[in-house]
C-alpha cells in the first residue's frame, strides 16, 4: 500500500458543482494534514490545513477521518478557476512529509 | 513579504555535466525540503534540513546528488555527472518550524539534460 493514495482522476465537474476527493494514508501515527493545489507548470501551494475537527474555508471543506485513515477535500460551487491538481500531504513522522500524486481536477461552463 | 526563490528558472545541460541549484528560503523559515518533479507525477522527497542539525538525505536517489545548507540561509543541490534521467522540475520549499509544519514552495528549477 502507498504512503498517501489520491485518485488521479480527472475529475471533470460543469461550473456551479460540488466535488469530492479523498487521499488514504498508511500510517496510522501521522499528526498533520494537508491540502495543496498545482496549477499546470507551477509550484504547489497551500489549500489548507486539516485540523481534527474538520475545517471550512469559503466554498472549501477539509475532514480528517483517523479511524478509516483519509482526509477529504469538498468544492461547493465549481469555478473555473479551481481547475488544477489537488495534492494531499501527510506528515508520516515529524519532519517527513508525503505528497500524494494528485488529483486532476477540471472545472467546464 | 518575499517567497522562496530558487535559480536559475531553467537550466539546459549536457548528460555527465555537473548543475548546482539555488534555493533561497523565506527569512526566518528554519526548515528547507528538496523535492523532485517529473513530468505528470508526484513530488519525490529528496533532503530535508531543520537549523543546524544533520540533514534527513534518505530521498536522495544516489550519490550523484548532493545538497548543502548553511544554518538557515541558502540551500544549493548539485547533481554531478547529470543523465537523462535527472531531467525534471526540482522544487524547494520552506517551513517556519520544524515537525511537519506548513510548506512553502518556490517556482522551482526546470532541469534538461540533453
Known amino acids: 500500500r502507498k504512503e498517501v493514495e489520491q485518485d488521479p482522476g480527472p475529475f471533470n465537474v460543469p461550473e456551479g458543482a460540488t466535488v469530492a476527493f479523498n487521499c488514504t494514508y498508511s500510517?496510522?501515527?501521522?499528526?498533520?494534514f494537508f491540502w495543496y493545489r498545482q496549477d499546470c507548470r507551477k509550484e504547489p501551494k497551500l489549500l489548507m490545513s486539516?485540523?481534527?475537527s474538520g475545517n471550512e474555508d469559503g466554498r472549501f471543506t477539509a475532514q480528517l477521518n483517523r479511524a478509516s485513515q483519509y482526509i477529504s477535500l469538498l468544492i461547493r460551487d465549481s469555478k473555473l478557476s479551481d481547475s488544477a491538481t489537488y495534492l494531499c500531504v501527510v506528515n508520516m513522522n515529524n519532519n517527513d512529509m508525503r505528497f500524494g500524486a494528485g488529483t486532476r481536477l477540471t472545472v467546464k461552463p | 513579504g518575499a517567497g522562496v526563490s530558487q535559480s536559475p528558472s531553467n537550466k539546459v545541460t549536457e548528460k555527465g555535466k555537473d548543475v548546482e541549484l539555488r534555493c533561497d528560503p523565506i527569512?526566518?523559515?528554519?526548515?528547507l525540503y528538496w523535492y523532485r518533479q517529473r513530468l505528470g507525477q508526484g513530488l519525490e522527497f529528496l533532503i530535508y534540513f531543520q537549523g543546524n542539525s544533520a540533514p534527513d538525505k534518505s530521498g536522495l536517489p544516489s550519490d550523484r546528488f548532493s545538497a548543502e545548507r548553511t544554518g538557515e540561509s541558502v540551500s544549493t543541490l548539485t547533481i554531478q555527472r547529470t543523465q537523462q534521467e535527472d531531467s525534471a522540475v526540482y522544487l524547494c520549499a520552506s517551513s517556519p518550524r520544524q515537525g511537519g509544519y506548513e510548506q512553502y514552495f518556490g517556482p522551482g528549477t526546470r532541469l534538461t539534460v540533453t
Open positions: 527569512s526566518g523559515h528554519t526548515a
Open positions: 486539516v485540523y481534527s
Open positions: 500510517n496510522s501515527a501521522s499528526q498533520s
